[in-house]
Nanobody, 115 residues
């Protein structure tokens, strides 16, 4: 099973991007989906997560600017990013977490916020 993440790119401060992540094959019993990010020289940090029931959680630094959503039938998760800031620059990784606690990770997509 592979997760394909796409939608990253270069955007100016205040701009928007939409990240998507899709599984190559259908994965059943998926509980959580979400995104982490890793900036150069820093650890990988949680950005946003969403459960099978639709409950969401966000890092404090992105609340009000980023919105996570999922399409269970398509095994997909998206991250709408608005009002982007230079400190949002990082490689973004999606994940799926099964009911059994198994994690599947995407390959990462680069987001660069710069004027």
């Amino acid at each position: 099973v592979q997760l394909q993440a796409y939608g990253g790119g270069l955007v100016e401060p205040g701009g928007s991007l939409r990240l998507s992540c899709v599984a190559s094959t259908m994965i059943f019993n998926i509980d959580g989906m979400g995104w982490y990010r890793q900036a150069p020289g820093k650890q990988r940090d949680m950005v946003a997560g969403i459960t099978s029931g639709g409950s969401t959680n966000y890092a404090d630094s992105v609340k009000g600017r980023l919105t996570i959503s999922r399409e269970n039938a398509k095994n997909a998760v998206t991250l709408q990013m608005n009002n982007l800031k230079p400190e949002d620059t990082a490689v973004y990784y999606c994940y799926f977490r099964s009911d059994y606690g198994v994690y599947y990770w995407g390959q990462g997509t680069q987001v660069t916020v710069s004027s």
